[in-house]
Nanobody, 124 residues
Framework: VQLVESGGGLVQQGGSLRLACTTS????????MGWFRQAPGKEREGVSC????????YYPDSVKGRFTISRDNAKSTVYLEMNSLKPEDSANYFC??????????????????WGQGTQVTVSS
């Protein structure tokens, strides 16, 4: 099983990034896919989730309306489009694969497989 994130980088406040998580080694289309982030000294925080049937959830109020999660089952890839980025969005962003439906609470224990992360830095 592999999950490989890409698309992170340095961007100015107000800019955009599109993260991708390319997967292999499991049946992508039956899994829910989540995005988490972790800033230095902070706990890993659930950002968004998309179920196997494309239901979406966004957990921190701060990302609602700015971030969009999507998936391409043909490419076994999940995306996170991030717009109007703020310095407080700076973190290491991880994707994860879990049971078909998204959890009400974005617990890390819900997910079975994890990527290694991609760093997002937003300058002010």
């Amino acid at each position: 099983v592999q999950l490989v994130e890409s698309g992170g980088g340095l961007v100015q406040q107000g800019g955009s990034l599109r993260l991708a998580c390319t997967t292999s080694g499991f049946t992508f289309e039956i899994y829910a896919m989540g995005w988490f982030r972790q800033a230095p000294g902070k706990e890993r925080e659930g950002v968004s989730c998309i179920s196997h049937s494309n239901d979406t959830s966004y957990y921190p109020d701060s990302v609602k309306g700015r971030f969009t999660i999507s998936r391409d089952n043909a490419k076994s890839t999940v995306y996170l489009e991030m717009n109007s980025l703020k310095p407080e969005d700076s973190a290491n962003y991880f994707c994860a694969a879990g049971p078909p439906s998204c959890p009400l609470v974005p617990a890390t224990a819900w997910y079975d497989y994890w990527g290694q992360g991609t760093q997002v830095t937003v300058s002010s």
